[in-house]
């Protein structure tokens, strides 16, 4: 499908709402898998401990991984996300495993590959592939030492190398288009971008592009200070196929920020909540019908192009968000406008 990905999809959009599948943490968490099945044969003699290293399962409990996706995919999800949310060479430091950033994520676009291809052939319907690139546990924008506001541990340079290595193996595993989620630091969202647009110029091709950030608290900003209007006209520039909002919140309470977003911006937009707000023991407890009569109600009200879920969400989430859709007119996209916009925390608008 990779070829006229960006056609399908824009084609599919226009049509009706898109979905996108729900959590993989949640669901490898249902595995309960051991040290040692993480570790695999591979790994058995690895110096460190990789349990929760979830990417690392695309290498050691393939078939498990494919089944997630698969599960997803007959639940109703267009679109399937990688397991590689953590397959950068900045995140897989903290388990020593930086030299198998390119593996992880080539393997990872091949199983929802295979996936998506199998479910597709069962009933005709075409499905697509969304490499998954995390933000990494590093800010380019925000200290660590909170006795230092200057310092940085990570530079523009390095996240930009970090994320040109995941994006090339996203591309030559399968993926469809390539999803910029969970973005809390909007310099960190740039480096991608830039690092994206470097892959595509380097092989000499292009895939759609989803961008996702995430509204930390009910302060409606980002963890870098923006509101969602001033995310977006910081990114504006890359000519995203959707822009959005996952993580963080439950539907309820990204509603309003999803308002926003619908209200000014002028591509597809997606919104991923989690399962509700988590409870005490960290878990969420929104149900699938809960979660599915509030996206149903973003749908209604034509704030969405493409739905699914974040954490705590699994394929009964997404089975009964898709029901909830599945006759809801997507959003009408407006058309842009010429006006300066810019963004700092605030967005900024220049009326002639």
């Not at 399908?8 to 996108?20: F, G």
């Not at 509101?227 to 995203?240: D, E, G, K, N, V």
Request: charged share 25%.
């Amino acid at each position: 499908m990779t070829q006229d990905a960006e056609t399908a999809l824009r084609a599919t959009a226009a049509k009706r709402i898109l979905v996108l599948d729900g959590a993989m943490g949640t669901m490898i968490q249902q595995h309960r898998f051991t040290e040692a099945d993480f570790r695999g044969d591979r790994f058995a003699d690895w110096p460190q401990d990789v349990r929760g290293n979830n990417d690392l399962l695309n290498l050691t409990q393939p078939e498990a991984i494919k089944a997630i996706h698969v599960a997803y995919l007959r639940a109703g999800a267009d679109i399937v996300e990688t397991n590689t949310f953590s397959s950068t060479t900045i995140a897989q430091a903290d388990y020593g495993m930086e030299a198998l950033a390119y593996e992880l994520n080539r393997e990872g676009a091949r199983l929802a590959r295979a996936a998506a291809d199998e479910v597709a052939a069962e009933d005709g319907r075409p499905r697509f592939v969304a490499g998954a690139i995390g933000p990494t546990n590093r800010s380019a924008s925000i200290s660590p030492d909170v006795n230092n506001p200057g310092f940085r541990n990570i530079s523009f340079d390095e996240l930009v190398a970090a994320y040109g290595e995941a994006t090339r193996g996203l591309i030559d595993g399968g993926a469809d288009l390539i999803l910029i989620e969970t973005i809390f630091d909007t310099l960190n969202a740039k480096a991608a971008v830039a690092a994206v647009e470097d892959v595509f110029a380097e092989k000499g091709m292009r895939l759609p592009v989803m961008i996702s950030g995430t509204i930390t608290d009910r302060s409606g900003r980002t963890l870098s200070g923006q509101t969602p209007t001033a995310f977006w006209y910081s990114l504006r520039h890359a000519h995203p196929l959707s822009i959005g909002l996952n993580c963080a919140l439950g539907a309820k309470e990204m509603r309003a920020h999803i308002e926003e977003l619908a209200r000014g911006a002028d591509t597809l937009v997606c919104a991923y909540p989690n399962a509700g707000l988590p409870n005490e023991f960290g878990e969420y407890d929104e149900s699938p019908e809960g979660m599915a009569k509030a996206l149903g109600g973003f749908a209604r009200t034509g704030l969405v192009n493409i739905v699914g879920g974040c954490c705590g969400t699994t394929p009964d989430h997404i089975k009964a968000i898709a029901e909830a859709v599945k006759d809801v007119p997507p959003r009408a996209v407006p058309e842009a406008d010429s006006k300066l916009r810019l963004s700092g925390l605030e967005a900024f608008e220049v009326v002639a």
